[in-house]
């Protein structure tokens, strides 16, 4: 085995405040090797016993993700160390490191190591204190790229579910821009009782989605029937509020689309369970449902339909107001109410306004 000579280990940075005594101790338990240019220096998901110093070349640290793409987690040169978790368990590699070019490294083993605790405590505690200090910064590496890759996911999601959207609105003028608002409305709900209904940032997400998606189980009403200029005959009436059911039935095998469902389903039942498809009532109808009523609604007052002039805010909140208990839940009602009155919702459909002029609501009967 090649051992390291004292002052090569004092060429090293990692070494290079330690005394000749320590390093006399160190040389005894380290080795020195050279590794070829592309060779695989540690390997992904193998077991481990060796801590790694590179006396000189240039080693990538890579993790695979599950979708097969490799990151490269950082480049180390000269005086840089990896491997450093073989010192404190037997776990298998977390990454993988290859040789970018032909490169020295000087080796320690765990049990090499185990042997340097027992006899100079403070010197391998000194090693310990440097390897910490990089374990925290690759730790923190690692939340932050799987956080990037989290919102690549999640922009991925919005952008599909706003094509499929996108399809739904150009086939009804009068759709345009209402799935935006009850989006934007819904998810304001959703945040003003998040603490109260512990909802999290993925419980936003999903109304956010679900909101988006609510009606595309319109998109099995006939045109005849979706774009009628007035009032609907009762079969008509049965025929669009399939749409729920439809929309479920459209997205049901998206397996990243499964928590949204709750909004498609039951966007349109009441709270007194008269509503449909499923004439749930209260609390058996999902937080999600409950909330999306209320900003449909909401929307569909507002806004101009060929038959029916819009209302404004304050008179279609009271009529929603004055439907809490029966058709909307007044948890729901409240927290809009106070959104509403602190101007958030105004500010909210502000900010929608400098995207599209053309407000229209969706809904032949209302809130169909
Ligand atoms: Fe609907």
């Known amino acids: 085995m090649n051992r390291p000579g004292i002052e090569e280990l004092r060429s090293i940075q990692f070494f290079s405040v330690m005394?000749?005594?320590?390093?006399?101790?160190?040389?005894?338990?380290?080795?020195?090797?050279?590794?070829?240019k592309g060779e695989y220096i540690i390997?992904?998901?193998?077991?481990?016993?060796?801590?790694?110093?590179i006396r000189n070349g240039k080693v990538a640290i890579t993790k695979k993700f599950e979708?097969?793409?490799?990151?490269?987690?950082?480049?180390?040169?000269?005086g840089e160390f990896f491997g450093e978790m073989a010192l404190l368990d037997e776990g298998l590699r977390s990454a993988s490191a290859v040789a970018l070019e032909s490169t020295v490294l000087l080796e320690i083993s765990r049990r090499d190591f185990a042997v340097l605790l027992k006899k100079a405590p403070l010197l391998a505690y000194a090693m310990m204190r440097e390897l910490s200090v990089r374990l925290r910064?690759?730790?923190?590496?690692?939340?932050?790229?799987?956080?990037?890759?989290?919102?690549?996911?999640?922009?991925?999601?919005?952008?599909?579910?706003?094509?499929?959207?996108n399809t739904l609105e150009a086939r009804d003028p009068y759709t345009r821009g209402h799935t935006d608002r009850v989006t934007k409305i819904a998810v304001s709900i959703a945040k003003s009782i998040a603490e109260?209904?512990?909802?999290?940032?993925?419980?936003l997400f999903t109304i956010e989605i679900g909101a988006l998606l609510h009606d595309v189980g319109k998109i099995g009403v006939p045109d005849a029937i979706l774009l009628k200029p007035g009032?609907?005959?009762?079969?008509?009436?049965?025929?669009?509020?399939?749409?729920?059911?439809?929309?479920?039935?459209?997205?049901?095998?998206?397996?990243?689309?499964?928590?949204?469902?709750?909004?498609?389903?039951?966007?349109?039942?009441?709270?007194?369970?008269?509503?449909?498809?499923?004439k749930i009532a209260g609390e058996a109808i999902p937080l999600h449902g409950r909330i999306i009523s209320?900003?449909?609604?909401?929307?569909?007052?507002?806004?101009?339909?060929?038959?029916?002039?819009?209302?404004?805010?304050?008179?279609?909140?009271?009529e929603i107001e004055e439907n809490a208990g029966k058709q909307f839940d007044p948890q729901i009602v409240k927290a809009f109410r106070e959104l509403l009155n602190s101007g958030v919702i105004a500010q909210v459909l502000a900010s929608l306004e400098t995207?599209?002029?053309?407000p229209k609501t969706d809904s032949a009967a209302g809130i169909a």
């Open 43 to 53: 390997r992904e998901d193998t077991a481990a016993d060796t801590f790694y110093i």
């Open 355 to 358: 995207n599209s002029n053309d």
């Open 67 to 78: 979708d097969g793409e490799e990151m490269v987690l950082a480049m180390q040169y000269d």
């Open 19 to 36: 005394s000749r005594r320590d390093l006399r101790m160190i040389a005894r338990f380290a080795s020195v090797k050279t590794h070829r």
């Open 294 to 318: 209320v900003a449909d609604a909401f929307d569909a007052m507002t806004h101009d339909r060929p038959y029916r002039k819009k209302m404004d805010h304050q008179s279609a909140f009271q």
């Open 137 to 165: 910064g690759t730790g923190a590496l690692m939340v932050s790229e799987l956080q990037r890759k989290n919102r690549e996911l999640k922009q991925a999601y919005r952008e599909t579910v706003n094509a499929v959207v």
């Open 231 to 278: 009032p609907l005959e009762a079969e008509e009436t049965r025929e669009i509020q399939e749409h729920p059911a439809t929309g479920k039935h459209i997205l049901g095998n998206i397996a990243y689309l499964k928590e949204a469902l709750s909004c498609v389903l039951h966007h349109h039942e009441r709270f007194d369970g008269q509503g449909y498809p499923e």
């Open 196 to 203: 109260e209904k512990e909802l999290d940032e993925e419980d």
